[in-house]
């Protein structure tokens, strides 16, 4: 059963603002002190509804009223107003009143409240007095007080051009779908038989771990398309059964390893997240760390706004680990994709395609469920495409492709899309043997119901045997086991991928030159 605390608020939330301040606000203040405390919850709805609504001049009031019951005689009053300060936005004489009160309470509970609202309103002046106090409570809203500041007076950004110079200990993890490891891996390779920076040292399961040849750059290692995300190993702790991880992550997350990338690909204030990945959100567990890695670095701020790094917390058979992830969004590798739809492609497997079909000259590609176009693009961008096609039976989807490759510069008098069905690929200009590379990521009839699933990736074989030239290439993700989809197919590549909670598999076929 709900307490009466929450049973209250939630009548008095649904009240329209009017009724709300000049109604039971105003009987709160005749209320004695008892019922006052135990309408308490009218401050919490006052600060949650003129969060959303109410005049400016209104707001202005209720923020008078909210620094006043920073004087009431309960407690529970006190600490309510408190909570509500910062969703209507506190300026200097509201962290004044805070500040003051920390100073005369003898309550550990009303101090603890009183740090955790100022460490999201707090400026200047509460910074000075966290600076000349002691104790770990008061050291963790000191750093919170700091990322604030920076967050509102100098935002930080990551550079992708700063460059890394010394190279001791760097390696990197370029994470991605399960069963895509070995096109990463060998995007990687080609890019340092070509002069790339970075040599492979190792793949796992989604992961492909390389090292710095050189100095590098993050748009060095964003220079590569098919990875998904890019992390800094920054090390760990052996003990895999340790719960307390704070004593032995708080040196890795400070190291010097740690603070040189931060130093090279930081723009202004260093600020970053941890992620206990395999846990969840633990706020004991992050506040704790937090001050232990604040203590032993006080350039690194944590905090969970906008921040541009964060620290990801992975266990394993051997420990906690400790990996370094830049914020990098938009990815600038796919900033052409301007808009998207249902179940379409994530650009890094759509570049995963593209590589894995290869770069032919005098291309001509047909995507027969081109969704937003992102196989098309990719495969674009690698050269030598003479032909764009592209067939959806969605108008919304072709505008949207359209739009997605105008936006990645491909030229428009190359490239033909149409809205109808892929089984009428003439009425898209197509005809037998006229197309050099089929890639599609076909529906999985999982968001949309699809009737007979099987029966429409017999048809795209099928069409797909028509349509392609002798030595044409068919790519595409298959939801289904069909081992021999057509005798006029011979398969190339099959490897099962990670979806997203389902294997499929990625599979390519070339048209063999004669007929059996």
């Not at 069905?421 to 005809?431: C, K, S, V």
Request: aromatic share 6%; proline share 6%; charged share 25%.
């Amino acid at each position: 059963m709900p307490k009466p605390a929450q049973e209250l608020y939630s009548q008095l939330r649904v009240l329209p603002w009017e009724q709300l301040w000049n109604g039971e606000a105003a009987r709160f203040d005749r209320a004695a002190p008892g019922e006052r405390i135990q309408r308490a919850a009218v401050i919490r709805a006052v600060g949650v509804v003129f969060s959303e609504s109410g005049a400016a001049e209104q707001r202005e009031a209720v923020r008078r009223w909210l620094r006043g019951l920073l004087r009431d005689p309960g407690e529970k009053v006190r600490r309510y107003a408190m909570a509500a300060l910062p969703k209507i936005g506190a300026g200097p004489e509201e962290e004044a009143e805070l500040l003051s009160l920390l100073r005369t309470t003898a309550s550990a509970r009303e101090k603890q409240f009183l740090m955790r609202t100022l460490e999201k309103i707090g400026g200047p002046a509460t910074l000075k007095i966290m600076e000349e106090a002691e104790g770990d409570l008061l050291r963790q809203t000191e750093q919170k007080v700091k990322a604030a500041i920076a967050r509102r007076e100098s935002p930080s950004a990551i550079r992708m051009d700063g460059v890394l110079a010394d190279l001791d200990g760097v390696r990197i993890h370029l994470r991605g779908r399960r069963g895509l490891e070995g096109i990463v891996r060998d995007e990687v390779e080609a890019s340092m038989r070509a002069g790339g920076k970075f040599r492979v040292a190792g793949a796992g399961s989604g992961l492909v771990a390389v090292t710095p040849a050189r100095p590098f750059s993050l748009a060095d290692i964003y220079a590569h398309r098919c990875f998904g995300t890019a992390a800094f190993a920054l090390g760990g702790d052996a003990t895999v059964n340790n719960t307390e991880p704070a004593a032995a992550l708080a040196p890795v997350i400070a190291s010097p390893l740690s603070r040189r990338i931060l130093a090279a690909f930081t723009r202004g204030t260093i600020r970053y997240r941890l992620n206990f990945m395999d846990r969840g959100h633990q706020r004991s567990a992050v506040r704790l760390l937090a001050g232990r890695v604040y203590a032993l670095c006080p350039e690194m701020l944590n905090d969970a706004r906008n921040v541009t790094w964060t620290m990801d917390i992975c266990a394993g058979e051997r420990g906690r680990r400790v990996e370094l992830r830049p914020n990098v969004t938009p990815d600038p590798r796919f900033a052409y994709r301007m808009q998207d739809v249902p179940a379409a492609s994530h650009p890094p497997l759509a570049a995963c395609m593209a590589r894995l079909a290869g770069r032919v000259e005098h291309e001509i590609i047909w995507d027969p469920f081109c969704g937003s176009g992102l196989e098309l693009i990719e495969s674009a961008l690698l050269g030598g495409v003479e032909r764009i096609h592209g067939t959806d039976r969605s108008a919304a989807a072709i505008a949207i492709a359209r739009g997605n490759l105008a936006a990645a510069k491909v030229d428009p008098a190359s490239t033909k899309l149409a809205c109808c069905d892929f089984r009428d690929f003439a009425g898209a200009g197509l005809g037998p043997n006229r197309v050099t590379l089929l890639i599609t990521n076909p529906p999985m009839g999982r968001r949309v119901p699809i009737a007979d699933l099987r029966g429409l990736m017999e048809d795209l074989f099928a069409v797909a045997a028509t349509v392609l030239r002798p030595g044409g290439r068919l790519v595409l993700a298959n939801p289904l086991p069909l081992l021999t989809p057509h005798p006029a197919l011979q398969p190339r590549f099959r490897r099962a991928v990670d979806f997203g909670g389902f294997d499929c598999r990625l599979e390519m076929y070339q048209k063999r030159l004669w007929q059996i």
